[in-house]
Nanobody, 128 residues
Framework: QVNLVESGGGLVPAGGSLRVYCAFSTFSGGIFSNYGMGWFRQAPGKERTAVAAINWNGVMTTYTGSVRGRFTISRDNAKNILYLQMDDLKPEDTAVYYC??????????????????WGQGTQVTISP
């Protein structure tokens, strides 16, 4: 069983920056580097959608078009932490941000929503 805990959300003005975090832990001896990881978001009244994905060693990343060039996904396998650096934030980025883990997951399947474990989410609100 994998436990994912997001943090770092908050309220920032448009044009600002924010970094959200996802801490990975397990009681069954699972290894963070065995998982592809992704960030997703869900705005009020909308479905959850993929934002970014990263492979097990951080070499391969991909982004949804609306955030490409503004957001950066990264991971620290020594610390078991996934990051999402968000720059030039826009009001339409307002959502609950979730991290997801896929055992030996490729970035394409992660972006398609094939996830084994989800975190509980962290709220990101961008003021106009």
């Amino acid at each position: 069983q994998v436990n994912l805990v997001e943090s770092g959300g908050g309220l920032v003005p448009a044009g600002g920056s924010l970094r959200v975090y996802c801490a990975f832990s397990t009681f069954s001896g699972g290894i963070f580097s065995n998982y592809g990881m992704g960030w997703f978001r869900q705005a009020p009244g909308k479905e959850r959608t993929a934002v970014a994905a990263i492979n097990w060693n951080g070499v391969m990343t991909t982004y949804t078009g609306s955030v490409r060039g503004r957001f950066t996904i990264s991971r620290d396998n020594a610390k078991n932490i996934l990051y999402l650096q968000m720059d030039d934030l826009k009001p339409e980025d307002t959502a609950v941000y979730y991290c997801g883990a896929k055992h030996r997951g490729a970035i394409t399947e992660i972006m398609a929503g094939s996830i084994d474990y989800w975190g509980q989410g962290t709220q990101v609100t961008i003021s106009p």
